[in-house]
């Protein structure tokens, strides 16, 4: 079954707004969560890595204010993308690591188109 | 020079036949070695894992890692119209995974 799920899995808005997308580990308690974007035909890009109870650390070139991660508790993370831009449509998706393995699993994604 | 370099393809087989696909890497620090298989639209699932050099099978899949000369290839044999998708090689090491842009596979029926 599904270990992760995402939420919501597509969403259109208007330039300007924000958009929240939840990730929830289903199968464990997840400590450390990663956000990934992927463009049409590119690799997935990590964006920032989620520690729960901590501020996320973001990769470089990735604004931590526009891009705003709350990893509240052990089986959810929220990224918010402040502010939407119609460059900022793409696939998001999370990841965790299942505890005592390198194994990552990918969320199903949200695909986010800004107009 | 690129982390991770997979040629994008796509790549168009007949059903029944033999895919190969392969990634070159450049980071000697790289400990375990994913292939994750997507479907259009939706986010990528983990199809094999390994941590060490030589072939590793599972059903119709065989994944093979070189790490003298950091290169991962995957086979799929019997291959299926169910198989079309894009497949991403993921070498990764201290909690870190690299991405290639992805193998687009199509079977034709």
């Known amino acids: 079954g599904a270990v992760v799920s995402q939420h919501p899995s597509r969403v259109i808005c208007k330039s300007g707004t924000s958009v929240k997308i939840e990730c929830r580990s289903l199968d464990f308690q997840a400590t450390t969560m990663f956000w990934y974007r992927q463009f049409p035909k590119q690799s997935l890009m990590l964006m920032a890595t989620s520690n729960e109870g901590s501020k996320a650390t973001y990769e470089q070139g990735v604004e931590k204010d526009k891009f705003l991660i709350n990893h509240a508790s052990l089986t959810l993370s929220t990224l918010t993308v402040t502010s939407a831009h119609p460059e900022d449509s793409s696939f998001y998706i999370c990841t965790l690591d299942r505890p005592s393995t390198d194994t990552q699993y990918f969320g199903p994604g949200t695909r986010l188109t800004v107009l | 020079q690129k982390e991770v370099e997979q040629d994008p393809g796509p790549l168009s087989v007949p059903e029944g036949a033999i895919v190969s696909l392969n990634c070159t890497y450049s980071?000697?620090?790289?400990?375990?070695f994913m292939w994750y298989r997507q479907y259009s639209r939706k986010g990528p699932e983990l199809l094999m894992y390994t941590y060490s050099s030589g072939n590793k099978e599972d059903g119709r899949f065989t994944a093979q890692v070189d790490k003298s000369s950091k290169y991962i290839s995957l086979f799929i044999r019997d291959s299926q119209p169910s198989d079309s998708a894009t497949y991403l090689c993921?070498?990764?090491?201290?909690?870190?995974?690299?991405f290639g842009k992805g193998n687009q596979v199509v079977v034709i029926p």
């Open positions: 993921a070498p990764g090491g201290n909690n870190r995974l690299a």
């Open positions: 980071n000697s620090a790289f400990q375990y």
